[in-house]
């Protein structure tokens, strides 16, 4: 077993970021009229809360929705269907949890939770609307190579962001932003003229996270951001992380397929799988007690440093399944060992295990065995 995770669970007093039954389909198109033939459900209705200064994790396989899932977040792509509250007072993101948890609501406690979400909903939100709240909102892209414009130097690369949100600036100014930013992150002087080709992948990592600070941002979608580096390059750029998480109070939704990463640097992981979260609890409660057997499967696939050390859970076979076409009922019961008629025909709901620990099995569903 891994060693616990470095940051620990922070006592924090209301959420920063409610997702509510957030879709993304994307429609297939065919025939001289490009008819709407079927649909892709890269994501499929995921529901989570992330709290202020946290780092909210998100791990599954290539094709689970995780990237998808945080464009959509920040409405870089357009999602299908959901909620997504952003940045509201602390007194109304603890009142919309209240509303939602109540087991019966009133008509005027429907009326209430309805004008609550209408009036800080992202997706409700304009263009003109969306452009000043993005500056609370920023990525970090998986490939920082095509994230920025190959003929800019990193000065301007970074610079045209000050320039288009706060047009008042001066060049003078807007350089000695940048140098600041670049410096924060472990860059020097010498790297503003330098253009994207010029730099090593951890110096261009660098350079995106400085970007990503460029607005003061209070929330960043962290895309693989350690995928394309050696791993002592990894190290480096997940110690900036937390130094600058530290400093600045941010707050990352931080997606992965590399678990050993996600458990480091998370103070709470949910497990996608076919565009669904299939367990979601803290660090300690996912990798010590983890439920789902998709979550144990990933665990087993965590290579050993003793190759003479033999795992004790059975590996996971198969691929995942296509998302134009998931399976009825679980979307793991084609790869699970452990499947039920139950799990063949109907979708298990995500329920609670205790302390919060969620799990979308039927394994956990009084009853649903027999």
Not at 10 to 20: A, F, G
Not at 146 to 160: A, E, L
Not at 180 to 199: D, N, S
Not at 236 to 242: E, G, R, S, V
Request: aromatic share 8%; net charge positive; hydrophobic share 35%.
């Amino acid at each position: 077993m891994l060693p616990a995770g470095s940051m620990g669970v922070r006592k924090i007093s209301h959420p920063l970021l409610l997702v509510r039954n957030l879709k993304k389909y994307f429609p297939i198109k065919a025939g001289v009229m490009q008819k709407v033939v079927g649909y892709v459900k890269a994501v499929d209705g995921v529901s989570f809360d992330v709290y202020r200064s946290e780092t909210f994790g998100v791990v599954g396989e290539s094709g689970s929705g995780k990237t998808t899932m945080g464009l959509s977040i920040l409405r870089l792509i357009e999602p299908t269907e959901g909620e997504i509250i952003f940045d509201a007072p602390s007194e109304v993101m603890m009142e919309i949890k209240k509303l939602e948890t109540k087991e019966r609501l009133s008509d005027r406690d429907k009326k209430r939770l309805e004008e609550l979400k209408k009036r800080y909903d992202l997706m409700k939100k304009d263009k003109k609307e969306m452009r000043s709240i993005r500056r609370k909102m920023q990525i970090v892209f998986q490939d920082p190579y095509t994230s920025f414009n190959p003929r800019m130097n990193m000065r301007d690369n970074i610079g045209v962001i000050l320039k288009t949100h706060y047009p008042e600036l001066s060049g003078k100014d807007i350089d000695e932003r940048v140098l600041e930013l670049l410096e924060k992150c472990g860059l020097a002087k010498r790297h503003l003229r330098r253009f994207p080709h010029q730099l090593s992948g951890g110096e261009l990592q660098r350079a995106s996270i400085a970007r990503a600070l460029a607005l003061n941002p209070e929330f960043i979608v962290m895309d693989e951001p350690t995928s394309a580096l050696d791993v002592s390059v990894q190290a480096q750029i997940l110690d900036l992380m937390q130094e600058l998480q530290k400093d600045m109070k941010l707050t990352y939704l931080f997606i992965s397929h590399d678990l050993s990463v996600v458990h480091y640097i998370s103070d709470k992981i949910a497990v996608m799988y076919l565009g669904n979260i299939v367990e979601l609890g803290t660090t300690e409660q996912v990798f010590e007690e983890m439920k789902h057997p998709y979550t144990k499967a990933l665990m087993e696939s965590i290579p050993y440093p003793d190759p003479d050390k033999k795992g004790t859970i059975k590996p996971l076979y198969g691929t995942i399944p296509s998302p134009r076409n998931p399976p009825p009922g679980c979307k793991f019961h084609t790869r699970c060992p452990y499947a039920k008629d139950v799990c063949k025909k109907l979708a298990p709901p995500l329920v609670d295990v205790g302390d919060g620990h969620l799990v979308a099995c039927w394994k956990y569903v009084e009853g649903a065995y027999k």
